[in-house]
């Protein structure tokens, strides 16, 4: 149980193009989603908190106008890349939490999506 | 500023010998403590967490201790098999305004030599 999983697993794409990453939870609804970067031999760095239904929380220096997060139902949330250059290219992780399932402040991970920017 | 943080980037053991990681942390209002390992081009995986009023956890081959004093963290794996050569990661659960967030430390690399 609780899996999440992320679409695509990989993109390339043109600088200036946008590209949408998919983060959904399987078998869970889940109220809180995160959005992660993690460049190579790096930690993870927290982008953003989405709420399902609300704005998303943006975490110091990250654009929310660049990145655009929607988190339109308890099971999908969707990062947006908009303009993308080749600095933005990384692997971008999302969570899951569910309050439901124990313990409630545990972060379920999908497995990631590399984002390529040529 | 506060952060979590790990002592040794990589780290490099046999076969069979049990590996140590280690990890710093700097804020003592952090309530949990998790250990994930992610493993090349995957997400990270969890593999333990302990709260903070406890000192010792153990799993199957895992122990993770917790020495709040020196506000030190380790994570012990025994009988290290080649599949657990990843990164490892710790982390902190804390309170940040109403909501528990979640900060990774820097990561070390196990690599299990055959």
């Known amino acids: 149980g609780a899996v999440v999983s992320q679409h695509p697993s990989w993109v390339i794409c043109k600088s200036g193009t946008s590209v949408k990453i998919e983060c959904r939870s399987l078998?869970?609804?889940?109220?809180?989603m995160f959005w992660y970067r993690q460049f190579p031999k790096q930690s993870l760095m927290l982008m953003a908190t989405?709420?399902?239904?609300?704005?998303?929380?943006?975490e110091q220096g990250v654009e929310k106008d660049k990145f655009l997060i929607n988190h339109a139902s308890l099971t999908l949330s969707t990062l947006t890349v908009t303009s993308a250059h080749p600095e933005d290219s990384s692997f971008y992780i999302c969570?899951?939490?569910?309050?439901?399932?124990?313990?409630?402040?545990?972060?379920?991970f999908g497995p990631g999506t590399r984002l390529t920017v040529t | 500023g506060e952060s979590v943080g790990l002592h040794l980037p990589t780290l490099s053991v046999q076969e069979g010998d049990n590996s140590i990681i280690n990890c710093a942390y700097s804020n003592s209002a952090s309530d949990y403590f998790i250990w994930y390992k992610q493993e090349s081009g995957k997400g990270p995986q969890f593999i333990i967490d302990i709260r903070s009023n406890m000192d010792k956890r153990q799993g199957q081959r895992v122990t993770v201790l917790l020495n709040k004093t020196v506000k030190h963290l380790s994570l012990q794996i025994a009988a290290t098999q080649p599949g657990d050569s990843a990164v490892y990661f710790c982390?902190?659960?804390?309170?940040?305004?109403?909501?528990?967030?979640?900060?990774f430390g820097s990561g070390t690399q196990l690599t299990v030599l055959p």
């Open positions: 969570s899951a939490r569910a309050p439901t399932l124990y313990p409630s402040y545990e972060q379920y």
């Open positions: 982390a902190e659960i804390r309170y940040s305004g109403s909501a528990r967030q979640l900060t």
């Open positions: 078998d869970f609804q889940a109220t809180t």
């Open positions: 989405s709420n399902e239904g609300s704005k998303a929380t943006y």
